[in-house]
Each structure stands twice: as structure tokens, then as C-alpha cells.
């Protein structure tokens, strides 16, 4: 069974930065594509970062030039860096993983494994 576990989250000042992780598990495998999105309550989850299995990565346009995206060591972990917070980046974080074959572009993909959520909070 695909398990997901993200870690990282907790509260920052605007402009601080915080590192998010995530532990993927149950797929001997590489998943294609992971990503992390973000919800906050009344909108919509919203993808924030994707990358592929072959390191191409991808940003949604708010957080290209402080956030990155990076694989783990261990396989099947990714990390998110994210710098000069806002208080729009507050939110619930999710990580996210494909299930299934080779995947053109992460950042459309469909996915369909998830992880429970950290919260990040930023003070203004």
C-alpha cells in the first residue's frame, strides 16, 4: 500500500523559510511524478511544485524563485525549500505521487496518492 508522510511544517515570520520533506513507501519503484500542493480552507488545492522521476521540475507561477523542489536521497522522498514566505504561502501541504507509468508533463498529471498534510503558518 502507497504511503505518503510529509514533515517540515510549523509557523515563520514573513520572509523566514521553512523545509518541507516527504516519505514515500509501498512501491518498490520509483514513483513518475511527485509534487506538493497546498489548500487552504474555502479554496481549492492548488499544485505548488511537481518533479519527475528524471529530476524536471515545475513551479506554479507565485512561488517560481523561492520555492524549490528537490529529490531525496533515499527514493521515493522529496523536499520542498521554501524561502521569503508570504502570508499568502500559508496553507496545509500536501504531497502528492503518481501511480502508474511514465508520465509527459508532472505538472498535469493526475495523482492519486497523498499524504495527510503539515501545516505552515505565516505571521505577518
Known amino acids: 500500500q502507497v504511503q505518503l508522510v510529509e514533515s517540515g511544517g510549523g509557523s515563520v515570520q514573513a520572509g523566514g523559510s521553512l523545509r518541507l520533506s516527504c516519505v514515500g513507501s509501498?512501491?518498490?519503484?520509483?514513483?513518475?511524478?511527485m509534487a506538493w500542493f497546498r489548500q487552504v480552507p474555502g479554496k481549492e488545492r492548488e499544485r505548488v511544485a511537481s518533479i519527475r522521476s528524471d529530476g524536471r521540475s515545475s513551479y506554479t507561477d507565485s512561488v517560481e524563485g523561492r520555492f524549490t523542489i528537490s529529490k531525496g536521497n533515499v527514493k521515493n522522498t522529496i523536499d520542498l525549500q521554501m524561502n521569503d514566505l508570504k502570508a499568502e504561502d500559508a496553507a496545509m501541504y500536501f504531497c502528492?505521487?503518481?501511480?502508474?507509468?511514465?508520465?509527459?508533463?508532472?505538472?498535469?498529471?493526475?495523482?492519486?496518492?497523498w499524504g495527510q498534510g503539515t501545516q505552515v503558518t505565516v505571521s505577518s
Open positions: 509501498g512501491r518498490r519503484d520509483s514513483f513518475v511524478c
Open positions: 502528492a505521487a503518481t501511480v502508474g507509468g511514465w508520465k509527459r508533463d508532472c505538472s498535469l498529471a493526475t495523482y492519486t496518492a
